[in-house]
């Protein structure tokens, strides 16, 4: 059964602000969940707000993010949930195989390190920040063009414009490096304890029409965890783009990450 009042951490990904999460946040917290929907180090409170001031992303990298979720769930009177999109769902490996969450949602979620091949849709959105190495400390925001490539491919070009008017803002470059670099680097932040026996249930969603993270990735992720015996499942959206969590489809997901939730007893 539900615990009531378990809390569910949201972390968002890059260029999308954590208010994206509201409708996810309204649909748990319904469900009898203590949602939160925490910004990374440096956002401000509203969209309008971090675009205003992108200086402050400016710099922060993967373990800098983690650090900051990490304490914000050392405040809480259990350990989350932690329900994490695109980077954000990098960030929730890294902190459920530290155990600092009782189970994780990782959707769409940034390669870890380990995952080898990048569609060229991947390395296309990614480009945009590595293509100019000073990006790397920079804070770096897409053009309405860029997100309707990187995020709102499977939408209507309208619906696409709208969400980019609402939750679009620019974030720290340095992600973006690290990742790169992560297969090269023996102590690249984009490493996942993914040998964690013990650690909680895990679901990777993989989008079949993401540009950003392509199934690709996502099942290259889903391997990873191959000699784990901890829980570790794939759920695949075919129809569906990075936007997944944010469009007019976002609800089957949250469905489905609830249900898979209850399916293992949280």
């Known amino acids: ?11 968002h990904g890059l260029w999308l602000h954590a208010t994206s999460w509201g409708p996810w946040a309204e649909f748990f917290g319904a469900a009898g969940y203590a949602p939160l929907a925490p910004g990374w180090p440096g956002d401000a409170d509203t969209a309008e707000g ?24 050392a405040d809480l009177d259990s350990p989350p949930i932690v329900i994490g999109h695109s980077f954000g769902g990098l960030i929730a490996q890294r902190l459920l195989g530290q155990d600092l969450a009782a ?56 619906e696409s414009a709208e969400l980019y008017d609402r939750w679009a803002i620019p974030s720290p470059g340095k992600p973006l490096f690290e990742d790169a670099l992560a297969n090269f680097t ?33 099942t290259a992720t889903r391997r990873l965890y191959h000699k784990s015996p901890a829980v570790t499942d794939l759920k695949e959206f075919p129809d569906r783009g990075h936007s997944l969590t944010i469009d007019h489809g976002w609800r089957e997901v949250a469905q489905e990450a609830l249900d898979w939730l209850r399916q293992r007893s949280f």
């Open 50 to 73: 971090t675009r205003s001031q992108p200086d402050r992303v400016a710099g922060k990298g993967i373990d800098d993010v983690v650090e900051h979720y990490a304490r914000i769930i």
């Open 186 to 218: 023996p102590s690249s932040p984009a490493k996942v304890n993914t040998g964690n026996k013990s650690r909680g249930p895990l679901l990777i969603t993989a989008g079949g029409k993401d540009h950003t993270v392509p199934h690709a990735i996502s």
């Open 103 to 158: 189970a994780a949602v990782a959707i769409d979620p940034a390669p870890a390190k380990g995952v080898y091949y990048l569609p060229p849709s991947a390395l296309r959105v990614a480009s945009i920040a590595l293509r100019r190495p000073a990006n790397r400390n920079l804070a770096v925001a897409l053009t309405p063009e860029q997100f309707r490539y990187g995020f709102g491919n499977a939408i209507a070009e309208q």
């Open 1 to 11: 059964m539900t615990s009531a009042g378990r809390p569910v951490v949201f972390v």
